[in-house]
């Protein structure tokens, strides 16, 4: 099996375990890289050409705005190729107001995943999955969307045995 692990991730002001905490590495990051770990996956981090705020509530109503509007923002680089070479592909990002940030559809909407096997995964600090599985089917079209993860943010450190768990459940 050859994975590819696609994810975008927020450094800065995140909210975690109940209050505001400044991260140099973002949560979906670490989970990102546990995945890559297990399965010995290819690694891109979905990276937009304008950042988003470091500050917490500049970035939340950023990505409220990107949301309600259906942005799809510019991204910064692409991986190489149409991703035909990936069995499965791995899709992480927090769950910005109910769902991935709008980055990451820029991503899923740019290429034909069908036939593909999909991993939702994403870090949160309440809101679970929110509609990420949902809004993943809706834009990869014809993939094989398995269950998601949901990772507490700040539990993501500590997540390594859970991702290891949803994988072997789900691909074998």
Not at 55 to 66: G, L, S
Not at 72 to 82: F, I
């Amino acid at each position: 099996m050859k994975a590819l692990v696609v994810y975008f991730s927020h450094t800065g002001e995140n909210w975690v375990g109940g209050g505001i905490a400044n991260l140099v590495r973002g949560n979906t990051a670490v989970v990102a890289e546990y995945v890559r770990d297990i399965v010995g996956a290819d690694l891109f981090e979905i990276k937009t050409e304008k950042s988003y705020p470091t500050k917490y509530d500049e970035c939340t109503n950023v990505a409220k705005d990107e949301m309600k509007q259906d942005v799809r923002p510019r991204l910064k680089s692409w991986p190489k190729g149409d991703l035909t070479e990936y069995d499965v592909i791995f899709v992480g990002g927090p769950v910005w107001w109910g769902t991935y940030p709008m980055a990451v559809f820029t991503f899923l909407e740019r290429f034909d995943l069908a036939g593909r096997t999909i991993m939702p995964f994403t870090t949160h600090e309440g809101s679970g999955l929110g509609e990420c599985v949902r809004d993943v089917k809706r834009a990869a079209r014809g993939a094989n969307v398995k269950p998601g993860l949901a990772i507490y943010g700040s539990n993501a450190a500590d997540s390594r045995d859970a991702v290891e768990k949803w994988i072997k459940e789900n691909l074998e």
